[in-house]
């Protein structure tokens, strides 16, 4: 019996080193995202009254974003997988040290239904979403904050009933604080039979293809563009 519990001792430490020998090999998953920002601040000028975008991936592939957004100057800062806890860690380290004159956020996967992980529940995701708020407010307070809604995608259509909950939940939340501004999109990428259409989403049917992008930047520019107009030089 000794030996049996001294094997499973050995056991258990070995596959402890293990797991802290794996843990020092894979260092932070977002730090070559930060030290790429960071790159890019070093080397770039940014106009003080630029659009701060920021989310998951499709704000990270927005390949046309400075054209769309033309003739507003923007800050590109989307670092795809992220969720809204990747976003509050790291806001002191790529947002505080800017200036910007709004923020655009989109971030998608929170709820994802994968069957690895236990998602949180929509009502947690907005709480989170409401420490982003208070944390970027702390920062530029006068800056308005656009929430684009979590666009609902054939690749995540089993949970988005929670997804959809979630976007109910940031309206609210929109509506409790001054300066931040709910962007709703799903009447955008729903089709006649209630679902996603295929055709604006890339072969993942997770991320936007250019006509899904077209559509995200006319919506976004009838909310941002009242709110903003007086970047443009007349």
């Not at 690895?116 to 702390?138: A, N, Q």
């Not at 997770?206 to 909310?223: N, S």
Request: glycine share 6%.
């Amino acid at each position: 019996m000794k030996c049996i519990e001294l094997k499973v001792i050995i056991l258990l430490a070995y596959c402890s080193l293990f797991n802290f020998t794996l843990l020092a090999q894979n260092p932070d998953q977002w730090e070559g995202a930060m030290q790429n920002f960071e790159a890019l601040d070093r080397t770039n000028s940014y106009a003080k009254d630029a659009l701060f975008f920021t989310g998951s991936s499709s704000i990270r592939l927005w390949k046309t974003l400075e054209q769309d957004m033309s003739p507003y100057p923007v800050i590109q800062r989307g670092f795809g997988g992220s969720k809204m806890p990747d976003l509050l860690r790291y806001a002191d380290r790529y947002i505080k040290k800017h200036t910007f004159s709004a923020m655009v956020v989109f971030v998608a996967n929170d709820i994802s239904g994968t069957t690895d992980e236990s998602d949180p529940s929509p009502e947690e995701v907005v709480r989170l979403y409401g420490e982003f708020i208070t944390k970027v407010k702390s920062y530029h307070d006068e800056a308005p904050i656009f929430l684009m809604a979590i666009t609902p995608t054939n690749s995540r259509w089993h949970v988005w009933d929670s997804i959809k909950a979630v976007n109910k939940g940031l309206a609210r939340l929109a509506d409790t604080h001054e300066g931040v501004i709910f962007v709703p999109t799903e009447d955008l990428f729903l089709g006649a039979d209630g679902r996603p259409i295929s055709d604006l989403f890339v072969s993942d049917q997770l991320h936007l293809a250019p006509a899904g992008y077209a559509l995200w930047t006319e919506r976004l520019r009838a909310y941002l563009d009242p709110v903003v107009e007086h970047l443009i030089e007349k």
